[in-house]
C-alpha cells in the first residue's frame, strides 16, 4: 500500500511539473488567439499562420464578410470553374465572373460567386486571404437550378473537399482569373 501511495504521488508530481512547463511554451508559428473579429485594415501585417503555412505571413485578413474585397476585385475578375457532365463525361472551362449570376449553357444551373479569396486562410477568429497571389485559391459560390443547390466553398488545391454533390454534373474550382 505504502508503495502505491509513493507511486502515485510522484505520477502526480511528474504530471504537473510536465503541465506547467507547456503552458509557458508557444508553438513557433501559432497565430494568437484574437477573439475581436480583424478587417484587413485592422489585421497587422505580417500575422502569422497556422499549420503547413506557419512560416507565410497574413498581409490581408477579412472574417465572413459576404462580397468580394476591393483589393481582389482589383488584381482579379472572377474564376474559371470545370463543369464536367457526369454521364458524357465532357468538360468545359467556364470564366464566371464576381458576384455575377452565370447561367451555365446546355444545363439548369447558375453560379454565383459570393466570395473570394486568392490565399484562403482559416483561423478562430474566421477566413480571410494570406496574400493577393493565387497560392490557394478557394471561392465560396452558389449553384442555383441542380438538385441539390450548394451554397458552399470550392478549393483548387482540395476539390474533394465539400465538392458539389450534383447526380448529373462536376463543378470544380480551377483557378482565378486575373485582370
Known amino acids: 500500500m505504502k508503495k502505491l501511495s509513493v507511486l502515485t504521488l510522484c ?45 507565410i505571413p497574413a498581409t490581408k485578413f477579412e472574417v465572413n ?20 457532365d457526369r454521364k458524357t463525361k465532357q468538360s468545359k472551362d467556364i470564366v464566371i465572373p464576381f458576384s455575377t449570376p452565370t447561367k ?28 493577393n497571389e493565387p497560392n490557394n485559391p478557394g471561392a465560396k459560390v452558389k449553384i442555383e437550378g441542380g438538385t441539390p443547390e450548394f451554397d458552399g466553398w ?7 473537399i465539400h465538392p458539389y454533390d450534383n447526380p448529373d454534373y462536376n463543378v470544380v474550382l480551377i483557378n482565378a482569373v486575373k485582370k
Open 11 to 55: 505520477i502526480l508530481l511528474a504530471f504537473t511539473v510536465a503541465c506547467s512547463q507547456n503552458s509557458k511554451k508557444r508553438t513557433a508559428g501559432a497565430m494568437p488567439v484574437n477573439p475581436t473579429p480583424q478587417t484587413a485594415e485592422q489585421a497587422p501585417e505580417g500575422t502569422p499562420g497556422e499549420g503547413a503555412h506557419a512560416n
Open 65 to 84: 464578410k459576404e462580397g468580394v474585397d476591393s483589393s481582389i476585385t482589383a488584381l482579379y475578375k472572377g474564376i474559371t470553374i470545370r463543369l464536367t
Open 104 to 131: 451555365l449553357e446546355g444545363t439548369p444551373l447558375t453560379v454565383t460567386v459570393t466570395q473570394f479569396y486568392p490565399d484562403f486562410m482559416m483561423s478562430e477568429t474566421g477566413y480571410g486571404t494570406r496574400t
Open 154 to 160: 470550392l478549393f483548387v488545391n482540395f476539390p474533394d
